[in-house]
Structure formats: structure tokens, C-alpha cells
């Protein structure tokens, strides 16, 4: 077992980290193209019951001064947000009707 | 592509005596329309001379060039320019190509990519000339090799380049026909107040789209599309998602080449519950924006020019190729079409953000610029079909209704333009 990088109180979370804390958009879309619907599903359903509370703790703290534990837990809430998209909205990966269409975020805000 | 801030209750609104807002324009016409214009590689050639190398171009925004010696390439059709901010802090734009044998100058990786940084001189890789950012030559390696060379007389070609708002326009033209403030005219001219200048938090997009540029720009150009296209932007519910739904923008506006368009409706934090998405809920954010709105002072320049009770948002269509989208939440979105041939063009798509002071204001930046590209890759798959289908010349013309009089106005301008040039260029006086 690897070791914990999430804040303990959302050790439950910690079996996603290494899949979705991802510090770039890039990443978690390319993620979420090579993910089964399953795969989705299945963290969204472990994760969204808990954004809420894992928001308030990141709110905890300065956006450019988060602890390292705190961080990863924003990067989860990131892919949480990409990843609702295909559960609640497409119930699929890929946008409906995007056909062979690509559109990459080339700049945005860090921290 | 973005949702139109309008609830399942349709709004109606006060139209123009004449009864539509498109026949309040007489010279629009209510023929249907040739979009030859959008698959022509002849009329993409004309076009590209009697407009981009023409009217004035946005390139940017003035935070792109924080700190004197800033710069940033851009390429434009038909040409790379560098546009930098001096040592004197004045920005300024060139030609992208080194005097001595026309190498492209400045470039990072490839010549055919964009690159940006900061500098106190240019030089050029191949034979080593130099150039200050104000665009002289200051340097010629072994230049006593060269016959009487004049080094002051050997700068760069400078590009018309002025800013407005904190936007950086070009114009290619020897000189330009009309001043940067009066191309842009008073319906555009009129944000100049609005507080672009706070809004520095960024999302830059951007999309190699297998389409004309004006073909992606007319879409964006009418809410029409909305329900049908993006059904699923209306949210979870069958009531809410309708595609059947039917739409009126507010308001509609031209001003010589330019024109805008103001929806107005129900915003989605006003919606219950039950009609959004778990992640709008948890978020407070989507399609619209953040629904919490930054406090930006009392009244802001140039929006909604008409006054509409419940407005939701500005869409402001510069020409050519500018839009800029204002956001009754206080934030606002760029796009930009930047045509490659007759059949495809560069999308850049930007959002823009009062800098978030938290954790929870960046996940609602965040979630809008997500909904942004979920919704935005909808529009780039079925306007690749767009343009097949054009190319097919099936039909001749089509039809436009009264929510399309800005699809109908755009194609009239760059029709326009192009004959005027043409006429120009025979010797005949412009109209």
C-alpha cells in the first residue's frame, strides 16, 4: 500500500488518488477519454458524496498556500467536476455529438 | 453554445415597428441566403485580403504583456507578427520576419508555433541580426561584409497596432482607413468603461476546426441552436430539457460592421433545485458562470444597451473575427476565428475571471470553464458536418429567420467589404 496523500479524514478517497490527482486539465481529460463508464461511475460515486465537506477543508486555506495533503484533494475535486460531466450529463465519456472534434485548454489559473 | 440564461417560462420582448428585427433593416433583405462565401477557395482569397489585411484584429489583451520587454507572436492569415511592449512600455507590433533574408524571427520549437516571453532583443537564429523591441536593428554580425549597409535604416516592419479597453488590435494595412476608435464605432466603443481590467483570472481554448471561420462564428451568432443542439445545457429534468423549446433573444443591435445580440431570462441560480445537475448545485457555477457574482461597483459600461429587465448576457460580435460575450455574473469570454484556408480556421476561445480568492470561487471558475468545452465540442462536431454539407451544393441559398439577423448581417459585411475592395482596387471610387 502505497503511502497516504489525501488529509486522513478522506482516507476512504485515498484508493483514487493515484488515478485522478492530477494537476492539469490535460491530464484528467485524457483520463476520463481512457476510462470506462464503469470506472467513472464508480469514482464519482465514492467521491461526490463527500465534495461538499472536501471543499470546505481546502477552503480552509490560502489558494497559492495549501498543505501538499490539501492540494491533492483540490486536484480530486477537479477530476470529480470533469468526470460529472460523462455521469450526470452525457451518461457516456465523450460529449455527445462532438464527433472527432478536440478542443485543448491551453492556459489556466495554477494555483 | 452557452446556455441563454433563460428559464422554461419564454419571455417575449418588444420588437421594432416594423414587427421583426431583421426587416427594421431594410438593407438585410429577408431573401435566403448563399453561403458560397464559406466554401469558395477563390472568394477565402479575396476575403482575406479585403478584410483581414484591412480592418483592425484583435491579437490580445494588454495582461499578456505585463512588464516592458513583454512580447507575444501571433499568426494572423497571412502573416506572423510579434506584438511587444517596449522599453518605454509602449506596445507595439512587427512583422514577424528578420530584415536580412525574411527568416521568421522569432519563434520557440517550430516556426510554426506561437511563443511568448520577455526580452530586451530579438535575435534571429539563422545569422545572428538583432533587434531592439522597439523594432530597430541593432546588430549585424560581420557587417563590414556587407556593400554601404545602413544598419538604422534595416528595423523591423512595423503593424499599426493600438489598444482599446486593455484589448491589442493590428491592422495590416499601409494605412489603415479609419483610427482603431472609430472602426470600433459607439455600440462597441461604449464598454470602454467596463472593468475588463479586473477580470485577470484566464482560460485559454483553443480548436483546429475542420470548418470556414465563418461558419463556426454563426453560430455563435444566434441562441436558435441552443435547444435543439444542446438539449442537455438545459438541464436534467424533461421539463427543463425540451428541445422543443423555443427561444427569443431580447435584444438586437448593429453598428456598422459590428453587431450584438442581449438574451434575457430566468438565471439558473433563481432555478429549483430539481432542474440542475448535482456538480451545478454543488458548484454554484455552470453554463452561465459562477452565480455568485463578484462585486464590481455600480453601473457598468456598454452592457446591455437596451435596458432589458433580467438580462443575462452581451454578446458583442467585433468584426471580423471578435466576439466578446459579458456575463450578467461578472465575468466575460473572448472568441476568435482565425481562418487557415477556406475550409478550416483556429477557435480560441478565452474566459475571464475576477481572480479567485478561494478554493471554492476557483472549483466555480473551474466548473464554468469545463461546461464551457463540454458544450463547445458540440458545436466544433456538428459545424465539421456544417461544412460538409455546404460543400455539397445541394441548395444554393438558405433560409434565415429573424433569430439569425446576425448570421444574415455578417455574411452581408463580409460581402460587402469584399466588393468595396474590389471596386478599390479597379480604380473605381469606393462606395
Redesign the interface.
Known amino acids: 500500500m502505497s503511502e497516504a496523500v489525501l488529509p486522513p479524514q478522506f482516507a476512504e478517497l485515498e484508493r483514487w488518488a493515484a488515478t485522478w490527482c492530477l494537476a492539469t486539465?490535460p491530464e484528467r481529460w485524457a483520463q476520463r477519454q481512457h476510462s470506462s463508464m464503469q470506472e467513472l461511475q464508480a469514482f464519482y460515486d465514492a467521491c461526490?458524496p463527500r465534495?461538499?465537506e472536501a471543499?470546505?477543508w481546502?477552503?480552509r486555506?490560502p489558494?497559492d498556500a495549501?498543505p501538499a495533503d490539501a492540494e491533492r484533494l483540490?486536484q480530486l475535486?477537479?477530476s470529480?467536476?470533469?468526470v460529472?460531466?460523462a455521469v450526470?450529463?452525457?451518461r457516456q465519456p465523450e460529449?455527445?455529438?462532438?464527433?472527432?472534434?478536440?478542443?485543448?485548454?491551453?492556459?489556466?489559473?495554477r494555483p | 453554445m452557452l446556455f441563454p440564461a433563460e428559464g422554461p417560462q419564454v419571455a417575449r420582448f418588444q420588437k421594432p415597428a416594423e414587427g421583426t428585427w431583421t426587416e427594421h433593416h431594410p438593407e438585410l433583405g429577408t431573401d435566403f441566403v448563399s453561403f458560397e462565401d464559406s466554401i469558395s477557395p477563390a472568394f477565402y482569397e479575396r476575403e482575406r485580403e479585403a478584410i483581414f489585411q484591412r480592418a483592425w484584429l484583435n491579437v490580445g489583451r494588454v495582461e499578456q504583456l505585463p512588464r516592458n520587454g513583454s512580447y507575444f507572436t501571433k499568426q494572423l492569415p497571412g502573416a506572423s507578427i510579434i506584438v511587444s511592449r517596449d522599453l518605454d512600455g509602449r506596445i507595439r507590433a512587427f512583422h514577424n520576419v528578420c530584415r536580412h533574408r525574411g527568416n521568421k524571427l522569432v519563434w520557440d520549437g517550430t516556426p510554426r508555433g506561437e511563443t511568448r516571453g520577455n526580452a530586451r532583443q530579438f535575435v534571429c537564429k539563422y545569422h545572428g541580426w538583432r533587434y531592439g523591441l522597439d523594432g530597430a536593428c541593432t546588430y549585424v554580425h560581420q557587417q563590414d561584409q556587407f556593400f554601404d549597409l545602413r544598419r538604422e535604416e534595416l528595423g523591423l516592419a512595423s503593424v499599426h497596432c493600438d489598444t482599446w479597453a486593455g484589448f491589442v488590435f493590428v491592422n495590416l494595412a499601409r494605412e489603415p482607413q479609419q483610427s482603431l476608435r472609430s472602426y470600433l464605432g459607439t455600440m462597441v466603443g461604449a464598454l470602454e468603461g467596463y472593468p475588463f481590467d479586473r477580470m485577470t483570472?484566464?482560460?485559454?481554448?483553443?480548436?483546429?476546426?475542420a470548418s470556414n471561420w465563418k461558419v463556426f462564428s454563426d453560430a455563435f451568432q444566434e441562441y436558435y441552436h441552443v435547444p435543439p443542439?444542446h438539449t442537455?445545457q438545459l438541464g436534467?429534468t424533461p421539463e427543463a430539457r425540451n428541445p422543443e423549446y423555443t427561444f427569443e433573444a431580447a435584444h438586437y443591435q448593429l453598428d456598422g460592421p459590428h453587431r450584438m445580440v442581449t438574451t434575457s431570462g430566468t438565471h439558473k441560480h433563481q432555478w429549483p433545485k430539481e432542474h440542475l445537475?448535482?456538480?451545478e448545485a454543488?458548484?454554484r457555477s455552470g453554463s452561465t458562470g459562477p452565480w455568485d457574482a463578484p462585486d464590481l461597483g455600480g453601473k457598468l459600461a456598454g452592457v446591455n444597451p437596451s435596458g432589458i429587465a433580467r438580462w443575462g448576457i452581451d454578446n458583442f460580435q467585433v468584426f471580423p473575427n471578435l466576439e466578446i460575450l459579458i456575463y450578467e455574473r461578472g465575468w466575460y469570454v473572448t472568441y476568435h476565428y482565425w481562418p487557415t484556408s477556406h475550409n478550416t480556421h483556429v477557435?480560441e476561445?478565452d474566459l475571464y475571471f475576477v481572480?479567485?480568492?478561494?478554493?471554492?470561487e476557483?472549483?466555480a471558475?473551474?466548473?464554468a470553464?469545463?461546461?464551457f468545452?463540454?458544450y463547445?465540442?458540440?458545436d466544433?462536431?456538428?459545424l465539421?458536418?456544417t461544412q460538409m454539407g455546404l460543400e455539397q451544393r445541394a441548395f444554393g441559398e438558405f433560409p434565415l429567420n429573424d433569430q439569425e439577423i446576425l448570421v444574415r448581417h455578417f455574411h452581408k459585411t463580409v460581402g460587402d467589404w469584399v466588393a468595396a475592395h474590389a471596386r478599390e482596387r479597379e480604380g473605381a471610387p469606393a462606395r
Not at chain 1, 460529449?95 to 489559473?109: K, M, N, T
Not at chain 2, 483570472?201 to 476546426?209: D, G, K, L, P
Request: hydrophobic share 40%.
Open positions: 486539465e461526490f465534495a461538499e471543499i470546505a481546502c477552503d486555506f489558494l495549501m483540490f475535486l477537479h470529480l467536476l470533469l460529472s460531466y450526470e450529463v452525457w460529449v455527445i455529438h462532438a464527433g472527432s472534434a478536440q478542443i485543448d485548454r491551453i492556459l489556466e489559473p | 483570472e484566464r482560460y485559454s481554448f483553443r480548436a483546429v476546426n443542439l442537455h436534467p445537475y448535482p456538480s454543488l458548484t477557435f476561445g481572480p479567485a480568492r478561494s478554493a471554492r476557483r472549483l471558475h473551474e466548473y470553464a469545463i461546461t468545452k463540454e463547445g465540442l458540440q466544433c462536431g456538428t465539421d458536418g
